[in-house]
Each structure stands twice: as C-alpha cells, then as structure tokens.
C-alpha cells in the first residue's frame, strides 16, 4: 500500500502543476479542490523556524509556476528548446574562408625562419617561372604557327609547368586554401594538390584493386592507366535517407551491388581533370557478362555511348549533355545468371571521331577492342574508369516490359547428368 501511493504521488503533482500555469491573471494560487487531501497536507504541515524537516521523500513539495513566466500557455514539455545548431557556410572559391596563420610572428623563430625559407625560395622559382615563360613566348612567336619538330617548345611548357607548382606548393595558405574546399583549378599548385590527394590517399588505389579483382583488366581491355578522376552517384537507399534527408545521391563505391531500380536513370557522372588545355573523351559504358548460348560463353552489352566529350581542367565536375548521342540503356542483368559487371570508361581520343549512333540491335555483342582499334583510341595512354556490380531482382521485370519492350530471358544451370541412370532399371540382385 505505501508503494502504490509513492507511485500515484508524481501524476497527481504533474496534474496539479499544469492547472497552475492555467491559473487566471489575479489568482496566484492552485484551488485547493483540485488537490487531494493527503497532498495538500503535505504541502501545507510546513516545519516551524529552526525545527528539522521530517517529512518523508515520498511527499515532495508541492510546485507552483506563476502565469507570468507562461503567459497562459502550457509549459513545454522535456525542458527548455534546444538552440537551432547553425549550418555550416559552403566555402568556396567565391565564397573564402578566411585564413588564420598557424603561427602570430614572433611565438617560435623556428617557425618564423622556415616560412621566410619557403617564401624566398618561392620568390626565386618564380622568378626561373618569367625568364622560361618569355622563352616560350619568343619561340612561339619566331615559328610563325609551324610545329616544333625538336620538341624543344613543349620541354619548356613541362619545366614552366614544374617551376609553378614548386614555387607555390609548399606555402602553408596554398595547402590550407585545397584542404579546405577552396581549390582554384586554374592555378597550377592546385591542380597538382588535388591530383597527389587522389593518387596518394587511396581512392585511385582502391579502384585499381577494384578493376583487377574484378577482372575488367583482362576481359573488357587489355591495359589501363587513369589520369583522371571518374566518380558516379545513384540515388540514396532508405536507410541512407533516413540517416541524412537531404542527401538524395551517393557516391558509388567502386565494385560494390547496387540495386536495378538505383540505375533505372543515368548515374550522374563527376570528373576531376588535371591537365590544363582541353581534350577530347569518349565515354563509354559495357556489360561484359551478357550469356551467349550459342557459344557457351559471354557477350558485350553497350549501355550507354558519348563521344568527343571536351575536358579540362576547368571544366564543371559534372558532365552534362552525356545522352544526345548513343542514349542511356539502365543495367538488366539477366535471371539467373551471376552478378553482372557494369564498366563506364572515358577513354582519350587523339582527334574529334564521326561515330555513327549505335543501334538496338548493334547493342548487343558489341566489341570493345574492335571499337578502340578502329577509332584509333588507346586506354593505356590515360583517362578514367568505374565499374560496379548487379544480380537479377523483381525490377529487372520491368525493366524488360516497360523500357526495352521485350520478353525478360531466363538462364539456368544445366543439369547434372545422372552417374549410374543405365543402372537404374537393372536388378541390385541376381
């Protein structure tokens, strides 16, 4: 019985602290009809001046709040509001963050004296940087538009090149600017910052290890060096959404699955150049994994086609414009077979190419080694690859009805022959 009151006692407070903020202006006071007796009692048998209070704590003090803290209304409950967290500026090029030395001069010389170090050094490159630059400017202006058959006019553009980048790329506020989302593509340093960061951080090895785990090097071409940064998004799971609302795309991790209704609309392809001049790509995506039954083996599916993409350093990370040529196919691996490998490349082409649009029925056994020979387009001398992987689901049914119009194909392991079948109807005993 004494627990049971211990337990009633809170509601029966929390009942009587909401009529007191309900209170009118005049009354300062909880009506003492809307409070139990024992309550009430509890409240009011207050000890005398210099007594001890002996009250139980099962009978906490009785709470009343003054109309003029809640203006009428009822208090919040689980407490005061949180404060709004403030969102974090975009930083940017056009929008700088600004730069705090790491160091007021004067705390550590040694600090002090690198830095003057660094900079006088930078002020020497750039000055071998002017006298080649002006080289380059009297051999360009003497050769009257001829090609420079001796290979002495790009020897320079490459030193110039180098002398730039060494004469910034150790300055503390340059490091600063690229770690910082601030990169300026048009400044050699920085192109040379955010290239050793993809290169040296892991994501380009991650992708290489990728590729070849994969196999796409051997089967779908026979070398491969990237020069560039290729990356893709798709559209955010459930699970992701529910983690972060307003990130509708994610990066694609490099091989992993991806559902077919994550692909039935282009990926939105990202690109990171280094080189400052532009030049042309050509973009390609393939499905290797295709069965053939007729051969017992595999066949190439073109998804997707775009070539004489224009590139540079300056371009816009995302590529637009990718489905005026050869459009988009999304992935539709077939039932039962194994994953399917889905492999986009953007390859260098050595001039602007006349490729004739592909067709529905040329999709299907494409040859990629064919295609690269005849455009006279090598893999190996650079560009960029990605490639991830799918398994037959419920959507790929859709896809067949709905997009490619065309009855969904079935494949299945062929049966084990039977051992012993000529011994089945025979006799087990003579």
Aim: hydrophobic residues 35%; proline residues 10%; contains cysteine.
């Amino acid at each position: 019985m004494f627990s049971l009151t211990r337990r009633l006692v809170p509601r029966t407070l929390s009942f009587a602290r909401a009529n007191a903020t309900l209170q009118p202006a005049n009354s300062s006071a909880v009506p003492a009809s809307s409070i139990p007796p024992s309550l009430l009692t509890a409240a009011t048998d207050a000890p005398k001046s210099g007594e001890k209070d002996k009250r139980t704590p099962s009978a906490p003090k009785l709470a009343t709040s003054s109309p003029a803290t809640t203006n009428g209304r009822r208090r919040r409950k689980g407490g005061p509001r949180k404060p709004a967290v403030q969102k974090r500026p975009e930083v940017s090029v056009g929008k700088p963050k600004q730069w705090n030395k790491a160091l007021a001069p004067g705390v550590l010389p040694a600090y002090d004296l690198a830095l003057e170090l660094i900079l006088k050094d930078s002020s020497r490159l750039k000055g071998e940087a002017e006298a080649v630059r002006k080289e380059i400017s009297n051999l360009e202006a003497n050769s009257n538009g001829a090609e420079d058959d001796s290979g002495k006019l790009a020897d320079l553009k490459k030193l110039l090149n180098t002398l730039e980048v060494q004469s910034e790329v150790n300055i503390p506020e340059v490091r600063w600017s690229v770690a910082n989302a601030m990169v300026d593509m048009n400044k050699p340093s920085h192109r040379h910052l955010v290239e050793q960061k993809w290169r040296k951080d892991g994501d380009l090895d991650l992708l290489m290890e990728r590729v070849h785990q994969m196999h796409v090097v051997p089967d779908v071409l026979p070398d491969l060096h990237p020069s560039l940064d290729l990356r893709i998004t798709a559209p955010a799971t459930k699970e992701q959404l529910l983690a972060d609302p307003a990130k509708r795309h994610v990066e694609v991790e490099p091989g992993i699955f991806l559902t077919a209704n994550r692909t039935v609309e282009p990926p939105k392809v990202y690109v990171n150049v280094f080189h400052p001049e532009e030049r042309l790509y050509t973009l390609l995506m393939v499905d290797p994994d295709v069965p053939d039954p007729e051969n017992e083996s595999f066949q190439t599916y073109l998804h997707w086609l775009k070539p004489n993409v224009k590139l540079s350093a300056l371009t816009r990370t995302r590529l637009l414009d990718l489905n005026t040529h050869t459009p988009y196919v999304p992935p539709h691996p077939q039932n039962g077979t194994p994953y399917h490998r889905y492999c986009m490349f953007l390859l260098p082409q050595s001039a602007e190419l006349n490729i004739p649009v592909v067709t529905t029925e040329q999709r299907l056994g494409f040859n990629v080694r064919a295609f690269l020979q005849e455009h006279n387009i090598d893999p190996a001398s650079g560009g960029g690859v990605h490639m991830w992987r799918e398994i037959w689901d419920d959507h790929v049914s859709t896809i067949y009805r709905d997009i490619l119009h065309a009855p969904e194909p079935r494949f299945g392991r062929p049966p084990r022959p039977e051992m012993r079948s000529e011994l089945q109807g025979s006799k087990k005993y003579v």
